[in-house]
C-alpha cells in the first residue's frame, strides 16, 4: 500500500483538493456578492433594514439548515455529485436574481443560492481527508478555506466593479455563468482516491474516537457492524465542540462580509466605497496569511486547539468594543486593525472541521462535518437578523442611517458571541471528561511544560 501511495497520489492529491478549492472560491463569491451590493440592493427593492436583512438571512438559513442533509448526501453520493451538484443550483439562483425586480423574487433566489452552497465546504473538506494523511490534514483544510477565501477579494474589487460600470443585470449574469463553468469543472476533474490510496480521515488526537492509543500514535476511527445513525454522527461531546468553536469564530467576519461590512463603513463611518471595499479586501488578506499559521498550530498541538478558538473570540470583542463605543467616526487604520482581527476569525472557525475530523464516526464523517458547519451559520444568520432588526428600532425613518444607529445595532453582536464563548467552554469540559474516562487526560499546561509534553 505503501508504494502505491508514493507511485500514485502526489500529483492528485494536490491537484483534485486545488479543483475543490477552486469552486469552493466561486461558490464565496456567489455567497458574499450581496454584501458589495447592498447599498444598491436598498434602491433596487424599495427596502429598509429589516428587508435587506432578509435577502441575507434566507440565504444562510438555507445554507445552515441543508447542512446536515448535505453532509447524507455526501456520504452516499460522494464530493463529485454534490460539487457539481451545488455549483449549478448556486448559477441558476445568481440568475434569477439578476432577472429579480422585487424582494420576494430576490429572497427566492438567494433561497437557491444557499441551497447550492450547502455541499460546497464539506465536500472541499471531505476531499482533503480523503487524499491528505492526518497530520496534513488540519493545514491543508485551512488552505482550502484560504483559497476559498480569495473568492471575497472577487467580491469585494471586481464583482464590485463590475456591479458599478454594467448594473446588476450584467454582473450578476455573469456570476451566474461563473457556477456553471464550477459545475463543468467538477464534473471534469473531481474523485475520490482509490481505497488502496486513501487516508479516511484518522484522526490525530489519541482516545479522540472511543479507542486509547499507545502514547505518542493516533487512534483509529470508530468502526462498527451496526449501521451509523445521523445521530451516532453528531452526538461525541468533541463533534459539538466543533460546532460551538465554529459558530464563534465565523459569525463576526461573515456579518461584515456579507452584509453590514459597507453600510457600516459607507453610512455609519464616512467612507468611500472603494474604501470599504478595501478594508473588505484586507479582512481577505489577513486570511490568508494566518490560515496557515492557525492551520499549523492545529496540528501541532491538538490538546490545545480551544485556545485559539477562545483567543480569537476576546481579540475580536475587544476590537468591536474600541469601535462601537466611541461616539465619533473611527480613522482608517483603527477600522483596519477591527477589519485584521476580524480576518483571524475564520481561520479560526475552521479548527472546527478539525474537530470533526478527529471525533467523528468513520462513515459519518460528511455528516459530521455538515453539523459543525451548521454552527458558524446559524450565528451568522442571528447576528445578522439581530443587526438589522436593532437597526430597524433604532432608526424606523428609512435606509439611511447614521453612526449611533450603527453603533447600537451592531453591539447586538454581544448575543451569539456570548452563547458561543459558553458552548465552548462547556463541551470542552465534557469532551475532556470523555477522554479522561478513555485513559487520555489532558495535562494543565504547566504540567505539560514541565514534562515536556505535546501540548
Known amino acids: 500500500m505503501a508504494t502505491t501511495t508514493t507511485r500514485s497520489t502526489p500529483r492528485a492529491a494536490w491537484a483534485i483538493p486545488a479543483a475543490a478549492s477552486f469552486i469552493y472560491l466561486v461558490a464565496v463569491v456567489q455567497r458574499t456578492s450581496l454584501g458589495v451590493a447592498g447599498v444598491e440592493a436598498l434602491d433596487r427593492f424599495g427596502v429598509e433594514a429589516i428587508g435587506l436583512s ?13 447542512q446536515l442533509p448535505a453532509g447524507v448526501l455526501l456520504d452516499r453520493f460522494g464530493p463529485r455529485r454534490m460539487l457539481a451538484f451545488g455549483s449549478l443550483m448556486m448559477g441558476v439562483g445568481q440568475l434569477a436574481l439578476a432577472l429579480a425586480d422585487n424582494l420576494w423574487w430576490a429572497i427566492a433566489a438567494r433561497a437557491l443560492i444557499g441551497a447550492g452552497d450547502a455541499p460546497v465546504f464539506i465536500a472541499a473538506t471531505r476531499l482533503v481527508s480523503e487524499w491528505f494523511p492526518p497530520r496534513r490534514a488540519p493545514l491543508m483544510v485551512q488552505m482550502v478555506g484560504m483559497l476559498g477565501q480569495v473568492g471575497q477579494i472577487a467580491s469585494a474589487i471586481p464583482v464590485a466593479w463590475l456591479l458599478h460600470e454594467s448594473g446588476w443585470s450584467a454582473a450578476f449574469s455573469i456570476l451566474a455563468a461563473l457556477g456553471i463553468a464550477a459545475a463543468a469543472i467538477a464534473l471534469w476533474q473531481i474523485r475520490m482516491p482509490l481505497s488502496d490510496d486513501g487516508h479516511h480521515a484518522v484522526p490525530s488526537v489519541p482516545g479522540a474516537s472511543g479507542e486509547v492509543a499507545p502514547a505518542g500514535r493516533a487512534s483509529s476511527p470508530q468502526r462498527t457492524d451496526a449501521p451509523v445513525t445521523v445521530w451516532d454522527a453528531v452526538r461525541a461531546p468533541g463533534v459539538r465542540l466543533g460546532f460551538w468553536t465554529h459558530w464563534t469564530g465565523l459569525f463576526p467576519a461573515n456579518t461584515v462580509a456579507f452584509l453590514w461590512g459597507v453600510p457600516f463603513f459607507v453610512q455609519g463611518q464616512g467612507l468611500s466605497a472603494a474604501q470599504a471595499s478595501g478594508l473588505l ?13 492557525i492551520g499549523a498550530l492545529t496540528a501541532r498541538h491538538p490538546l490545545r486547539r480551544s485556545w485559539l478558538s477562545l483567543g480569537t473570540a476576546t481579540a475580536m470583542a475587544l476590537a468591536w468594543a474600541t469601535v462601537l463605543i466611541p461616539a465619533e467616526p473611527r480613522p482608517l487604520w483603527h477600522l483596519a486593525a477591527l477589519v485584521v482581527v476580524l480576518g483571524l476569525c475564520n481561520p479560526a472557525a475552521l479548527v472546527g472541521m478539525d474537530y470533526a475530523r478527529t471525533f467523528g464516526v468513520q462513515g459519518r464523517l460528511g455528516t459530521a462535518t455538515g453539523f459543525v458547519n451548521i454552527g458558524g451559520f446559524a450565528a451568522t444568520v442571528l447576528s445578522i437578523a439581530l443587526v438589522g432588526a436593532v437597526l430597524q428600532l433604532v432608526s424606523p425613518s428609512g435606509s439611511q442611517y447614521g453612526l449611533d444607529d450603527y453603533r447600537i445595532a451592531l453591539a447586538a453582536m454581544a448575543v451569539p458571541w456570548l452563547m458561543g464563548v459558553i458552548g465552548i467552554l462547556s463541551a470542552r469540559r465534557r469532551t475532556r471528561q470523555e477522554m479522561a474516562a478513555r485513559g487520555q487526560v489532558v495535562p494543565p499546561i ?3 511544560l514541565r514534562e515536556g509534553r505535546r501540548l
Open 54 to 66: 432578509m435577502l441575507s438571512v434566507v440565504q444562510i438559513s438555507v445554507y445552515a439548515s441543508l
Open 281 to 293: 479586501t484586507l479582512l481577505v488578506v489577513t486570511n490568508l496569511v494566518s490560515a496557515p499559521i
Open 446 to 448: 504547566r504540567q505539560a
